[in-house]
């Protein structure tokens, strides 16, 4: 089957200082895949490459497009004093069907409310975002990932600073995706919720350490190696010209 996504000698960076550093390989349909790795691993990084917010500095990124892929990006990267209520939040999720400044119907109505039911937020509407709890917030981002209908999923830390009752409700929805044959990705620090519940798992700490299923990428040795191969990465390097990149291989 072909692959939803496929990474060729991926180099992603900022101000031509990779961050995420010739990565290779496939994400099958339907996979329900972690992306781990020490801070500053580049799992953010690599996201935000897939969904088109940054473009290569080498290499491809082939598959689907940007705009079906439904993306739930990190909590501290959405700036909550927009004043935009829970609804209308949650609409922006229906952008890629109506487009910016199309209506709302009645049945698109019926579909937000039923997203943020499914959330467990009915009753929130028209509360402010800037005056929801973490929680609360991450409930609403998962709201408009529901919404958006997307075959690709991407979740960037979505269970950061979350009770266990609200993590158990958000893991629900992730595996009725998964059940859906969704593909979904997400990068995760918790090892004892990637080992129960996501089959494969990326090993990221700027290059791949491993990639596979869970429990031969979550070794030992593989988790000791990314924290080293993290924390010896120059952050200041530039990229690598392709000559370089040759004699690497050679
Ligand atoms: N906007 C930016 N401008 C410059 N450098 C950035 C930017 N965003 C991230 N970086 C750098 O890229 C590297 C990878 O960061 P990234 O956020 O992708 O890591 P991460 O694995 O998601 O980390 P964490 O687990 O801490 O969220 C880090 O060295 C970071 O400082």
Redesign the pocket.
């Known amino acids: 089957m072909m692959a939803q996504l496929q990474f060729r000698d991926l180099t992603l960076?900022?101000?031509r200082?990779p961050?995420?550093h010739h990565l290779s390989g496939d994400v099958a349909p339907g996979a329900l895949l972690a992306?781990v790795?020490?801070?500053?691993?580049?799992?953010?990084?690599?996201?935000?490459g897939i969904v088109g917010l940054l473009k290569p500095l080498a290499g491809t990124i082939a598959g689907l497009k940007p705009r079906e892929i439904a993306y739930l990006p990190?909590i501290a990267d959405i700036d909550r004093s927009f004043p935009i209520s829970v609804f209308d939040f949650v609409s922006t999720g229906l952008w890629r069907t109506t487009g910016i400044f199309g209506g709302i119907g009645a049945a698109a109505r019926q579909k937000i409310a039923q997203a943020i039911a499914a959330v467990g937020l009915t009753g929130f509407e028209s509360r402010g975002i800037g005056t929801l709890s973490g929680g609360q917030m991450q409930r609403v981002l998962f709201a408009r990932v529901l919404l958006q209908d997307a075959r690709v999923i991407v979740l960037?830390?979505p269970f950061n600073a979350m009770d266990s009752k609200t993590s158990a409700d958000l893991l629900r929805l992730i595996e009725h995706w998964h059940g859906e044959q969704r593909t979904v990705l997400a990068?995760l620090?918790d090892m004892d919720m990637v080992r129960a519940h996501f089959p494969q798992t990326l090993l990221?700490a700027?290059e791949a350490v491993a990639w596979g299923p869970t429990a031969e990428v979550l070794t030992a040795d593989n988790l000791l190696q990314a924290r080293r191969m993290c924390e010896a990465?120059d952050?200041t390097a530039a990229t690598c010209q392709p000559q370089q990149r040759s004699a690497r291989a050679a």
């Open positions: 960076g900022y101000d200082h961050a995420v992306v790795g020490p801070n500053g691993a580049g799992k953010s990084t690599l996201f935000r990190q960037d830390e990068a620090h990221l700027r990465f952050d």
